[in-house]
DNA sequence: AGGCAAACATGAGACAAACTCAACCTTTTC
DNA sequence: GAAAAGGTTGAGTTTGTCTCATGTTTGCCT
């Protein structure tokens, strides 16, 4: 019924204020102009334009339809623009989002690295999405989610980023802190404290507390590693915490680092991506990127490659 | 490039999950949409959905353009219901703005009696443009707007609804209150109270006091009818306003209301409109209803007609 | 008034776009 | 392993949209 070529058309009309001059414009004849509104008008039911004056003058049908044009137009042209970035694929759009709250941390120098390799790309790190990304990812609100438990979802591949070695921060004084390693018991008088997420994203919980069956006697919340690490410091509590996360407090002295379990617990970081995007030059130097960065930033930290 | 139908093809198939269901649905063949989509893949330079899977998989362009068939396509079929409504002449838009802050007054049973004649009309007092409201009446974001003077522009006429007197409401022991009439330099001396707006838009000011090139002691603006008229019967000033908003509160001993000129000052309040909606029934009702409703509010308070 | 120019309308024909039909693959299902 | 279902492809037809040529209206000039 209604086709984008009558907007445009609309749209020129009034910039140019004359059928003549909007047909120059829009690179038609003036007949064609004149066909074009004749026939919609006979659609609409209603004249859209008053002719005989100087500067045209629309009608109220018009005017909505005007309204339509400047409402849809732009929306259309950024949408192009983006269909054509993507296919050119130098450029194009990178929308991220972090499941794993300590992940900021590596996720940044890679940013950093990656903006100035690729200036083009649209870089963003959503932080409205963190209550469910994989859906936003399927659904092409989100391009990337970094996550450590890959759901299998059909159109979504994952790319293993790193592994690293999920290790429980103690107080020096504490009575852990002489262990070789935790046990599962260990915590059962202890107060762990965690980032404020459901229990089954937190592998401390999944995968070492629960198949043991044990419940810590106190379970706290704080948003910020650092608000964390104080409170371990001061023996308030013990808290699992990517080793690597660990490191610039541990090697300071300000906090211990023990392992969990006698072989440890460890966890692998993977980026999930739509999987047609793999083949996007720029998706696949983020992540490498990415692979690079964290064995930097972990290198000295014993990263498990 | 980008046309109506392949959002809508778009949009069907996710709908749909398969080439042949969305064919159906457009009541097309399933080949026109092979076709359909192959040329637009050709021109976008890549695929757009994953065919061989069972509920259709989109690529991140097909979601891109899903996105955007989101978008729009809820505001075209919203400006296509707006047209044939505007055809059909029996609904429609009426958005209003309303230059004079007293108006509210009788524009409320208008509207109040309008509203059961005519529910298919969407009906507004719109507030947000009483800066510059014949713009946007002529840009096409109002209706009608309710002016005391009307400013020639093309394409707008202006419909006379009534004319009333302005008078000067004035407490009941103010020296005033025993004059007969009101002559300009009597508020020399006086505090005058008007509505927070521009002085070129109150009749006071254009027609009564600037010809006389007098300004009042002071001038203090409230936002309020019933305020000002406190102000006024405890003596801390004096203040113009027609002379049916003031009748509630003259014909109860409140203040009173004072001829201003030997003559009085009479203004005529016009609704202006788009010219091509005089053919539309409903506005013709209303301007009918809004003339006779005014008619009856102001009877018995003398208005002129 | 007459005549001229500019703006718009209209009819016929050319051409392209988009659809249908029919035949042909490819994958899934029983 | 055949049938069914989903999808592709090429040919042909229909539909629609443009151009070209020409007609009509309006405003303007002297």
Redesign the pocket.
Known sequence: ML?I?HLK?LHALREA???????DR??????????????LEERMGMPLFV????P?RFTSAGLRLLQLADATLPLLRAAERDISRLAGGTAGRLHMAIECHSCFQWLMPTIDQFRDAWPEVELDLASGFSFAPLPALARGDLDLVVTSDPVDLVGITYVPLFTYEAMLAVANQHKLASKAYIVPEDLLTETLITYPVERDRLDIFTRFLEPADVEPAQVRTSELTVMMMQLVASGRGVCGMPHWALHEYSSRGYVKAKRLGEKGLFATLYAGIRADMLDAPYMRDFLLTAKDTSFSTLDGVSAVR
């Open positions: 086709e070529r058309t204020d004359s059928l003549v001059d909007a047909a829009l690179h038609l004849t003036q007949s064609a102009l004149s066909h074009q509104f004749k026939e002719r005989k004056t100087k045209v």
